[in-house]
T-cell receptor, first 114, second 112 residues
Framework: EAQVTQNPRYLITVTGKKLTVTCSQN?????MSWYRQDPGLGLRQIYY???????DKGDVPEGYKVSRKEKRNFPLILESPSPNQTSLYFC?????????????FGPGTRLTVL | QKEVEQNSGPLSVPEGAIASLNCTYS??????FFWYRQYSGKSPELIMS????GDKEDGRFTAQLNKASQYVSLLIRDSQPSDSATYLC????????????FGQGTRLTINP
């Protein structure tokens, strides 16, 4: 089954404790992206990657890191989480096409930073 | 001005009626437009995409695009309680080949 998976689905942590949220897709998509979703603010892009070893900042990159060592995986790293990073996080992937490619979303990770 | 704007709602529609959801965007050279449905606590799922002016129909859903007015809408005919969800408008801008900019979403409730 074609899908995007994320782990963990739920995480409660404390300020300053490094964490990684994994994202994996099995559709051989070049493009992968991380979003956060907050009430009243919608989905905002954190980082994206156009292919292996090619990553760039989205609209809200502060406090986050990413890597793309393999095509299928795109982990999101919070080196020193803070309470304002409490949010619902989505990973998405798509083919690299100019107009028509659909972005497929993972199931989401609900993160709470105390 | 936000890049993609939607009325956050909530929008309440009786079962069987037509639900009309609207979205405006600011980047005049945007090329691709998408409607995603998101149930509470779930991930967005694509229900419609539209790339050229006019109407595009898929079952009970019709997307309408007017690039001159920078306006895209989604009509849901014969609304069902299962259509109750938040609908996200997304626009692929010209800033990057794949960047999707989302509106904040419109919460739709279908009343039986």
């Amino acid at each position: 089954e074609a899908q995007v998976t994320q782990n963990p689905r739920y995480l409660i942590t404390v300020t300053g404790k490094k964490l990684t949220v994994t994202c994996s897709q099995n559709m051989n998509h070049e493009y992968m992206s991380w979003y956060r979703q907050d009430p009243g603010l919608g989905l905002r892009q954190i980082y994206y990657s156009m292919n292996v070893e090619v990553t760039d900042k989205g609209d809200v990159p502060e406090g986050y890191k990413v890597s793309r060592k393999e095509k299928r995986n795109f982990p999101l790293i919070l080196e020193s989480p803070s309470p304002n990073q409490t949010s619902l996080y989505f990973c998405a992937s798509s083919l690299l096409q100019a107009t028509s490619s659909e972005q497929f979303f993972g199931p989401g990770t609900r993160l709470t930073v105390l | 001005q936000k890049e993609v704007e939607q009325n956050s709602g909530p929008l309440s529609v009786p079962e069987g009626a037509i639900a009309s959801l609207n979205c405006t965007y600011s980047d005049r050279v945007s090329q691709s437009f998408f409607w995603y449905r998101q149930y509470s606590g779930k991930s967005p799922e694509l229900i419609m995409s539209i790339y050229s002016n006019g109407d595009k129909e898929d079952g009970r859903f019709t997307a309408q695009l007017n690039k001159a007015s920078q306006y895209v809408s989604l009509l849901i005919r014969d609304s069902q309680p299962s259509d109750s969800a938040t609908y996200l408008c997304a626009v692929k801008t010209n800033q990057g080949a794949q960047k999707l900019v989302f509106g904040q979403g419109t919460r739709l409730t279908i009343n039986p």
